[in-house]
């Protein structure tokens, strides 16, 4: 079945995490977390999740096994962060929702800023705005896994993950892969495709200028004399394929279908960029 951009218009038009409907601006707060401040849900204080749709650019697009990772001499690969920025929508309603939600955005950024200098969330240039959403690809892990195979065979000893073991890391990267993997957890970017997750090594084929719906956290700092903003990417829906994408063996099976052999190849990466500096 074809997306139908207006019946979707409608029936998210006054969703409260909707961020077109605006509703975020009356039912939400910021608070203080270990590492910096959230925004809430006012009701219960649990991160608020917001909900936007839009246009996967391929400005710089780093949702590959490695994300934006660029090398450990300038950052190590367990700092390394899925990143991709979406930008307006071609049709009417979406377009409509789109800088609604940019408008939502721009009003609770205002909320907590304090410096009039709000960068790295949403992204301006000669196109339009963007916002640019991440999310990280490695976290530590709980117990540490013995590098060894005589620890790795004592008893209670806690073993590798199969999502970790087969990840497709760029061979570029992969003695650094091969350094961290005993402590860290590799993450999929949850990019669900008819309700099948995408294969992390399909990802920036994908949904490169795909129209998505994602969910994100919204999280701030202040950093000297600027405000910093980041949107930590919860779930990503495709809506509509990007122009010229293809259907292909992208999609990994649902868990209550038996799973053929894990994907092994490796792929290509390119050099880095982080995220844009200047917001409004």
């Known amino acids: 079945m074809s997306f139908d951009a207006h019946a979707y218009h409608v029936e998210k038009a006054h969703h409260p995490n909707y961020l077109a409907s605006g509703a975020a601006l009356n039912s939400t707060m910021w608070q203080h977390t270990d590492t910096g401040i959230e925004l809430a849900n006012e009701s219960d204080q649990t991160p608020f999740i917001g909900v936007i749709v839009g246009r996967v650019s391929p400005f710089r697009l780093k949702c590959g096994p490695s994300g934006n990772h660029i090398e450990g001499k300038v950052s190590p690969l367990t700092k390394s962060k899925y990143q991709f920025h979406i930008t307006r929508p071609a049709d009417h309603d979406l377009a409509a929702d789109y800088h609604a939600g940019i408008a939502t955005l721009e009003a609770l950024q205002k909320q907590v800023a304090r410096t ?19 999310k990280n690809v490695f976290t530590t892990r709980v117990a540490v896994i013995p590098d060894s195979p005589h620890g790795q065979s004592q008893e209670d000893a806690p073993e590798m993950d199969d999502e970790t073991r087969f990840w497709p890391i760029p061979d570029d990267f992969a003695k ?17 495709d008819d309700g099948h997750l995408v294969e992390p090594s399909h990802v920036n084929e994908v949904i490169n200028g795909a129209i998505v719906e994602v969910h994100f956290a919204i999280h701030h700092w202040q950093i000297g004399n600027f405000d910093t903003f980041q949107a930590n990417i919860q779930k990503i829906t495709m809506l509509r394929p990007g122009i010229g994408h293809r259907t292909s063996d992208h999609k990994r099976p649902h868990p209550s279908t038996k799973a053929g052999e894990l994907e092994t190849k490796k792929t290509c990466h390119e050099t880095d960029e982080t995220c844009g500096q200047t917001s409004t």
Do not use: Q, W
Not at 128 to 133: E, F, I, R
Not at 176 to 192: R, T
């Open 116 to 134: 009039g200098d709000c960068r790295n969330m949403i992204i301006e240039d000669v196109t339009g705005k963007m916002v640019c959403l991440v």
């Open 176 to 192: 650094e892969f091969n350094d961290i993997k005993y402590s860290h957890l590799a993450h999929p970017l949850p990019l669900y």
